[in-house]
């Protein structure tokens, strides 16, 4: 009678409720590298890196504290290259009767888990990741009867549940959400700090080493490479962030500077989606730097609420939502994604820094994924399947339950709306203020239409206008709409006309 407890790679948190009852004496535990896992998207080299070196050394503290842990490399010879072959070769190897593992963060993953015990005849026990702060169960009660779901309410629950910025039973500041004073565009001479860094040591270079030699064909640089890849490295880039960054998060979460892809965002979504850090711990820590007077309320506010309402908001919509969610295009969108998407070649500046910082750090900050990246993929019709896919390829922070919704609901808005209330669709003018990238850019922000206009500006209002039909009954379009009702024929013209240059050229 042997357990066998699966840890996967984005399980990484001695709390897990796979290990909760371990016997350490009688019980075994696997962590294991799988083909599968690694190329079901072709993963960033960067975030293969990470996750493999972060898997290794978890490995290893786990072995330091007594646990029989078997450790499958991705090279090594009799490797199964899936999680299902790695469990039968340990039923093979050591009489396993039972598993005991978390709820992976995939629907996809789940759906096979669940067949395991019938395939694979021994006892299957799959325990809830309560790791999260809202449980599916919890949502799916929250959403009953809510014909549209809005994150402010249920962030609002959250507070109250967690008791999280609280004064009683009212909000610290009188306000619930601070948002309104979190979006001032970059000004000249911000001096940023420098991310969190580590130096990649041995185990971190065999990762890249091997990573290098086996997905050679998979988009990114793997160096320079200086993620931390423990729970204490984990914890130092949170605490430096809380130190350094966190008092202007608030005031410029949404600016986009040239050469400044880090920004005063926190930079911990690849430790927390992999479960180095843990989502209530770093609340608690802003949460006490408002306190400490270190940071400002609206920079606290607005940090707690990307983890306690947005994060857990969008994780309850995926499993809320799926199967179903994967296959949702309200727009009926069919372009292909244009290439530059992976080379960065294009004239517009502003896509060409978010690729190629994307490509070259695994990493985006929000807005550059929602405004520049994700905009541009819906003006123009781009198919819901592959903007998902390359989102879920390209970041360090992507897994399914989180990337999803954020990019079918958010940005593409192909939902219908039951994530957003109306799609985060914005011309140029929106990018030129919130950044510098129009400064260096072959086309003019200002101009609306001819051969050196924004691309952003005529595709906005093509956008509205072939999307009509959907987007008339959204009252929060209207405006738009009368506008876009008072051009004259000759402007409405020479927006099509644009357009369809431009999208044929793509
Ligand atoms: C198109 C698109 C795709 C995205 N894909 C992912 C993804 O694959 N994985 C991912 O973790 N986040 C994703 N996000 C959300 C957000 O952009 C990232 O969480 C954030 O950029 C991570 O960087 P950070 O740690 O510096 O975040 P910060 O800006 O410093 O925010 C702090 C934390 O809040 C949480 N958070 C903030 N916004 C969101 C959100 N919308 N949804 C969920 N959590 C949020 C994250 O855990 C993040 O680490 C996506 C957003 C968009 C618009
Ligand atoms: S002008 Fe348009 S395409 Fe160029 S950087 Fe600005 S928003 Fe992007």
Redesign the pocket.
């Known amino acids: 009678m042997t357990t066998l407890r699966l840890i996967l790679g984005d399980q990484l948190s001695p709390s897990l409720s796979s290990l909760s009852d371990c016997d350490k004496a009688a019980d075994k535990l696997l962590i294991c590298e799988v083909w599968d896992e690694a190329t079901y998207v072709k993963h960033h080299k960067k975030k293969i890196a990470f996750v493999f070196s972060a898997m290794r050394h978890f490995a290893d503290s786990l072995k330091a504290q007594g646990f029989a842990l078997s450790y499958t490399k991705l090279d090594d010879g009799e490797n199964a290259g899936s999680f299902k072959g790695e469990v039968a070769r340990m039923i093979a190897a050591h009489a396993i009767t039972k598993l005991v593992v978390t709820s992976p963060g995939e629907y996809r993953l789940l759906a096979d888990m669940q067949s395991w015990q019938d395939e694979l005849g021994i006892e299957v026990e799959i325990r809830p990741d309560d790791r999260f702060l809202c449980s599916p169960e919890d949502f799916a009660s929250w959403a009953d009867g809510r014909k549209k779901l809005r994150m402010e309410y249920f962030y609002r629950d959250m507070r109250r549940r967690y008791r999280v910025l609280l004064e009683g039973d009212e909000p610290v500041g009188g306000k619930w959400n601070y948002d309104a004073e979190n979006r001032k565009p970059p000004k000249q001479g911000l001096d940023v700090p420098a991310p969190y860094c580590v130096a990649p040591d041995a185990i971190t270079s065999e990762v890249m080493e091997l990573v290098e030699s086996r997905f050679s064909n998979h988009f990114g640089d793997i160096e320079p490479f200086h993620f931390g890849v423990t729970r204490q490295h984990a914890l130092d880039a949170l605490n430096q962030f809380i130190a350094l960054r966190l008092p202007q998060f608030g005031d410029y979460q949404d600016a986009m500077i040239e050469g400044e892809p880090w920004m005063y965002?926190?930079?911990?979504?690849f430790y927390?989606?992999c479960g180095l850090l843990l989502p209530l711990e770093c609340i608690e820590a802003a949460e006490q730097a408002y306190r400490d007077n270190h940071a400002p309320l609206n920079a606290v506010e607005g940090?707690i609420r990307?983890?306690l309402g947005?994060?857990e908001y969008?994780r309850g919509i995926y499993w809320l939502k799926m199967p179903d969610y994967a296959e949702e295009n309200f727009f009926n969108a069919d372009r292909d994604l244009p290439d530059f998407y992976w080379t960065g070649e294009t004239k517009m500046n502003c896509l060409r820094q978010c690729v190629s910082e994307t490509k070259e750090n695994a990493y985006a900050?929000?807005i550059q994924?929602?405004m520049v990246l994700?905009n541009f993929a819906l003006i123009s019709g781009i198919a819901p399947a592959q903007v998902n896919d390359w989102?879920l390829s390209v970041?360090a922070?992507?897994?399914e339950w989180?990337?999803l919704p954020?990019?079918s609901g958010?940005?593409l808005f192909a939902d219908g709306g039951y994530l957003a209330s109306k799609p985060y669709a914005a011309g140029g003018s929106y990018i030129n203020k919130m950044s510098n990238y129009c400064e260096n850019c072959s086309y003019k922000a200002a101009q609306k239409n001819g051969p050196d206009a924004c691309p952003f500006n005529y595709l906005y209002w093509d956008f509205l206008a072939r999307n009509r039909n959907q987007l008339k009954s959204n009252h929060r379009m209207g405006m738009m709409y009368r506008t876009y009702d008072k051009m004259d024929e000759a402007k409405k013209q020479a927006i099509e006309d644009d357009s369809q240059l431009f999208l044929e050229a793509l």
Not at 265 to 269: L, S
């Open positions: 965002h926190a930079h911990i979504g927390l989606n940090f990307q983890i947005w994060r969008i900050h929000h994924r929602l994700g989102f970041y922070d992507a897994y989180v990337e954020n990019v958010m940005v």
